[in-house]
């Protein structure tokens, strides 16, 4: 593997678009669109070129893509015609560039990875293509995925639709861009600390974290405690079918969650009944400042769920512990850290602080002096945390609180590349999202709805957390949501 610090570029060259294949398609759910090319009202190609054509136009503001597949994606669309069965035939996506796409570079965000290319298809990856979907690139991340930005050396940053002076958020910021923007209907995304929920808030979009163990991380590891893989898309109807592909157990894996009782589609297309919802503002990081803006989207959210019949009581979760953030970074920083080890072995030697930015190689000196027992024993620590929350929402259906304490950040608050305060970029991402974390922690499912925007026209979240694998729930309560207080068609003006 080339060790090589220097940034690829993207050239995308694409056939003029018919008049069906306009740039309102890539707005359109994506299962309408793969009904329009089943029944041959619109090509798969068509589609593509439309993908292609808004990259084209837009990746250059954007930076949202590492790598396009142009010619790949045109020549496979191609190949799909009228009547095929598969549920997304045709249809566009784009894949986070943490997961292996075999025969495609897979880069973490980080010089040290260079240009190694992945030499099979991560499970989600697998899932999506025999799905139909048509993987058309790959997406930006911060370094290694640490940080809720995406901002980086090697790739420079990338901008929020809304407002290009701002992050898109992290670590998913590459495909909530795409997505917002309407370069691609949907994309991959995965979630350790926030990284689904904090880019679809800041970026408009609905994010959902899936219960722990719910989507397999095969064929690399057997079980995760932090990280599930998902997707950022406009509605709840899309993520609930994307999770139904997405869901269950590969062999060889250690743990999963316990399959639903029905799709994840129908429970979402069903009226949840009468539910107890908790409210809180309260910040599981005790100096985080939460924008009053943020408070009233939740007390705002709060009234429309009693105006659907809910129960709604203010209580808050015993989450505001000092030493939370520390003992977090000693579980998640091992986490990432493994991932490093692993390109050390594929490159053939150790890596160095040339390699790396300054935040990801502090975090990987403070990992080197964390011997085995001190991370067992945060894990054992982050173990009760998350099971004091879950005690603590028995008496709930629900949990409501902000998606982001923040509105999304301009570019450089959170800065990965500050060497004289490395972790200081840490220290200021638990500030702007300290909601995120502690579903990671206990495993819940949550999800991030894009439910208002505040008055610079920047889109306001909220976050509704589920009881464990209650997914069906949630996203019954998120879609009722959405069919209440609409906003699908909201679009960012480029």
Same mark, same amino acid.
């Not at 990856?125 to 995925?145: D, N």
């Not at 594929?346 to 390699?355: C, L, M, Q, S, V």
């Given at each position: $593997?080339?060790?090589?610090?220097?940034?690829?570029?993207?050239?995308?060259?694409?056939?003029?678009?018919?008049?069906?294949?306009?740039?309102? =398609?890539? *707005?359109?759910?994506?299962?309408?669109?793969?009904?329009?090319?089943?029944?041959?009202?619109?090509?798969?190609?068509?589609?593509?070129?439309?993908?292609?054509?808004?990259?084209?136009?837009l990746n250059p503001s954007l930076?949202?893509? +590492?790598?396009?597949?142009?010619?790949?994606?045109?020549?496979?669309?191609?190949?799909?015609?009228?009547?095929?069965?598969?549920?997304?035939?045709?249809?566009?996506?784009?894949?986070?560039?943490?997961?292996?796409?075999?025969?495609?570079?897979?880069? *973490?965000?980080?010089?040290?990875?260079?240009?190694? !290319?992945?030499?099979?298809?991560?499970?989600?990856?697998?899932?999506?293509?025999?799905?139909?979907?048509?993987?058309?690139?790959?997406?930006?991340?911060?370094?290694?995925?640490? +940080?809720?930005?995406?901002?980086?050396?090697?790739?420079?940053?990338?901008?929020?639709?809304?407002?290009?002076?701002?992050?898109? /958020?992290?670590?998913? /910021?590459?495909?909530?861009?795409?997505?917002?923007?309407?370069?691609?209907?949907?994309?991959? @995304?995965?979630?350790?600390?926030?990284?689904?929920?904090?880019?679809?808030?800041?970026?408009? =979009?609905?994010?959902?974290?899936?219960?722990?163990?719910?989507?397999?991380?095969?064929?690399?590891?057997?079980?995760?405690f932090l990280v599930q893989d998902?997707?950022?898309?406009?509605?709840?109807?899309?993520?609930?079918?994307?999770?139904?592909?997405?869901?269950?157990?590969?062999?060889?894996? $250690?743990?999963? @969650?316990?399959?639903? @009782?029905?799709? *994840?589609?129908?429970?979402?297309?069903?009226?949840?009944?009468?539910?107890?919802?908790?409210?809180?503002? =309260?910040?599981?990081?005790?100096?985080?400042?939460?924008?009053?803006?943020?408070?009233?989207? !939740?007390?705002?959210?709060?009234?429309?769920?009693?105006?659907?019949?809910?129960?709604?009581?203010?209580?808050?979760?015993?989450?505001?512990?000092?030493?939370?953030?520390?003992?977090?970074?000693?579980? *998640?920083?091992?986490?990432?850290?493994?991932?490093?080890?692993?390109?050390?072995?594929?490159?053939?030697?150790?890596?160095?602080?040339?390699? $790396?930015?300054?935040?990801?190689?502090?975090?990987?000196?403070?990992?080197?002096?964390?011997?085995?027992?001190?991370?067992?024993?945060?894990?054992?620590?982050?173990?009760?945390?998350?099971?004091?929350?879950?005690?603590?929402?028995?008496?709930?259906?629900?949990?409501?609180t902000p998606a982001l304490a923040?509105?999304?950040?301009?570019?450089?608050?959170?800065?990965?590349?500050?060497?004289?305060?490395?972790?200081?970029?840490?220290?200021?991402?638990?500030?702007?999202?300290?909601?995120?974390?502690?579903?990671?922690?206990?495993?819940?499912?949550?999800?991030?709805?894009?439910?208002?925007?505040?008055?610079?026209?920047?889109?306001?979240?909220?976050?509704?957390?589920?009881?464990?694998?209650?997914?069906?729930?949630?996203?019954?309560?998120?879609?009722?949501?959405?069919?209440?207080?609409?906003?699908?068609?909201?679009?960012?003006?480029?």
């Amino acid at each position: $593997m080339g060790l090589l610090s220097s940034r690829r570029e993207v050239f995308v060259t694409v056939r003029p678009m018919s008049t069906a294949a306009g740039a309102d =398609l890539l *707005f359109r759910p994506v299962t309408e669109l793969a009904a329009l090319i089943r029944s041959g009202e619109l090509t798969a190609q068509e589609l593509v070129q439309a993908s292609l054509h808004r990259i084209e136009a837009l990746n250059p503001s954007l930076n949202a893509f +590492v790598d396009v597949f142009a010619d790949d994606a045109l020549a496979e669309a191609g190949a799909i015609g009228p009547g095929d069965e598969r549920p997304f035939a045709g249809v566009p996506i784009a894949i986070k560039n943490n997961r292996a796409v075999a025969g495609r570079r897979l880069t *973490f965000g980080s010089a040290f990875a260079g240009d190694f !290319v992945a030499p099979y298809d991560h499970n989600v990856v697998a899932r999506l293509k025999r799905a139909g979907f048509v993987i058309i690139g790959t997406t930006t991340l911060p370094e290694w995925g640490i +940080v809720p930005t995406t901002e980086t050396a090697r790739f420079g940053p990338t901008r929020n639709p809304w407002d290009l002076s701002r992050t898109p /958020g992290g670590s998913s /910021g590459g495909s909530a861009a795409a997505v917002a923007a309407g370069l691609v209907p949907i994309a991959h @995304a995965n979630d350790g600390g926030g990284s689904i929920r904090i880019p679809a808030a800041c970026c408009g =979009l609905v994010g959902l974290k899936p219960q722990r163990g719910r989507v397999s991380l095969a064929p690399e590891i057997g079980h995760a405690f932090l990280v599930q893989d998902g997707v950022v898309s406009r509605t709840v109807a899309e993520t609930a079918a994307l999770l139904d592909l997405l869901a269950g157990p590969e062999v060889g894996d $250690m743990a999963w @969650a316990p399959p639903p @009782a029905e799709p *994840f589609a129908v429970a979402a297309a069903r009226e949840p009944g009468r539910l107890r919802v908790a409210m809180t503002t =309260l910040s599981p990081v005790p100096d985080a400042v939460v924008d009053p803006v943020a408070v009233q989207a !939740v007390q705002d959210a709060a009234a429309l769920l009693e105006g659907l019949g809910h129960e709604v009581v203010e209580a808050d979760p015993p989450w505001a512990q000092p030493d939370l953030e520390r003992t977090f970074m000693a579980s *998640f920083g091992p986490a990432v850290c493994a991932q490093i080890e692993v390109l050390s072995m594929i490159a053939g030697r150790p890596a160095t602080a040339e390699d $790396m930015e300054p935040l990801s190689w502090a975090l990987y000196e403070v990992c080197q002096n964390i011997n085995s027992i001190q991370g067992l024993l945060a894990e054992f620590q982050l173990h009760a945390v998350g099971r004091a929350l879950i005690t603590w929402a028995v008496p709930f259906d629900a949990v409501l609180t902000p998606a982001l304490a923040q509105a999304p950040v301009p570019l450089g608050t959170i800065d990965p590349l500050d060497a004289g305060n490395p972790l200081g970029g840490f220290e200021r991402a638990a500030r702007f999202t300290p909601f995120t974390p502690a579903l990671n922690i206990s495993g819940q499912p949550a999800i991030s709805l894009p439910l208002y925007q505040r008055d610079d026209g920047l889109p306001l979240g909220v976050q509704l957390i589920g009881r464990p694998a209650g997914e069906g729930e949630l996203l019954a309560l998120a879609a009722q949501v959405e069919a209440a207080h609409p906003w699908a068609e909201r679009r960012p003006t480029l």
